[in-house]
């Protein structure tokens, strides 16, 4: 499983919300390349970028702080937050952006989906599904819609989509855990690459999310907080996937058998 440590960007720092909502927010914050330096420096080779601004605004008024932080870093980075036509993913690819995550423009703009993975292949693009009570949430999760989560995700299948990040907006921020169950269900029923986001509190949660076979995971305030340390949490995730490795692998044994 990979771990994407997160940084939400808004006005040019980095801050966390509670649970979605912009009048609960909390600056951690002004300079976030260094924060993404300091992930790098504790074993992390992803990052997860958010720009909250553009996720309301559908624009991209942090592009110049998502430069510097690709630059300093050289990280694996994937971004989402207002994304919402052709340019503006391919302004993000040419700073550098390597993964954009489509949200409200999935739902608002059918097809939409299907030409950005046309023009820039199905590694280029995922699609956030942010859900509240079940149902899809758009616009910076300040609207919700009638679509259930599974409905939603068997659409995106259906139409070539391979990575999808699940957020489960009652759990983010709210250090209460992630929501294991949700990404159980999904892992079983859809044959998506899943990234699981919200409430990763504990590296209890990340051992749990790892022995589900997830495609990965992200970290938020845990690591702001201390609750998570990024390290510890490297660790356990790159043991895990070693010792999958390993069963994996036939011994001497098992091949001297299979000759006989």
Known sequence: ?????????????????????????????????????????????????????????GTTPNLQTVKKIIKETRMYTELGGGIRSLETIDAYRNIGVDRLILGTAAITEPGFVEEAIRQFGRDAIAVGVDIRDGLVAIKGWTEVTSIPCEDFCRSMEDIGVKTIICTDISRDGAMKGTNRQLYQDLSEKFSLDIMASGGVSTLDDVKALADMNLYGAILGKALYTGAIDLADAVRIVSTQDTGAAAADTPTASTMKGADA
Do not use: W
């Not at 600056?27 to 790098?40: C, G, L, T």
């Not at 080779?45 to 958010?50: E, R, S």
């Open 1 to 57: 499983m990979k771990l994407f440590p997160a940084i939400d960007i808004y006005n040019g720092c980095a801050v966390r919300l509670f649970k979605g909502d912009y009048n609960q927010m909390t600056v951690y914050s002004d300079n976030p390349p260094r924060f993404a330096a300091e992930f790098a420096a504790k074993g992390a080779d992803c990052l997860h970028l958010v720009d909250l601004e553009g996720a309301k605004l």
